[in-house]
Nanobody
Framework: QVQLVESGGGLVQAGGSLRLSCAAS????????LAWFRQTPGKEREFLSR????????DYADSVKGRFTISRDNAKNTVYLQMNSLKPEDTAVYYC????????????????WGQGTQVTVSS
């Protein structure tokens, strides 16, 4: 079965950096677009970034543009999210997701999800 496993979350001070990873199995990774979302209690899952199957196209939410960078390594079946200049409002559970078509759509339209990794940014 398809599995997406996030890692790399943790506690960091404001202004710091973290790199999240999401390792995929059970699917032909290079055929899938990947995305990162985040969620805080009581709020909907928020789109952050997506990358197409080859890695040649990316897209970012305004809230993270210029601070976060998505990338992928198809040889390692892994997608990354480099997060710089972190702010306390970036505190959330971060999720990766996969779908076959590279389209900016809401969370409900993504086919596969990881279990999430907690990121906490202290002020």
């Amino acid at each position: 079965q398809v599995q997406l496993v996030e890692s790399g979350g943790g506690l960091v001070q404001a202004g710091g950096s973290l790199r999240l990873s999401c390792a995929a199995s059970g699917l032909t990774f290079s055929n899938y677009a990947l995305a990162w979302f985040r969620q805080t209690p009581g709020k909907e899952r928020e789109f952050l970034s997506r990358i197409n199957s080859s890695g040649g196209r990316t897209d970012y939410a305004d809230s993270v543009k210029g601070r976060f960078t998505i990338s992928r390594d198809n040889a390692k079946n892994t997608v990354y999210l480099q997060m710089n200049s972190l702010k306390p409002e970036d505190t959330a559970v971060y999720y990766c997701a996969a779908r076959t078509v590279y389209v900016r759509v809401g969370a409900t339209k993504w086919d596969y999800w990881g279990q999430g990794t907690q990121v906490t940014v202290s002020s």
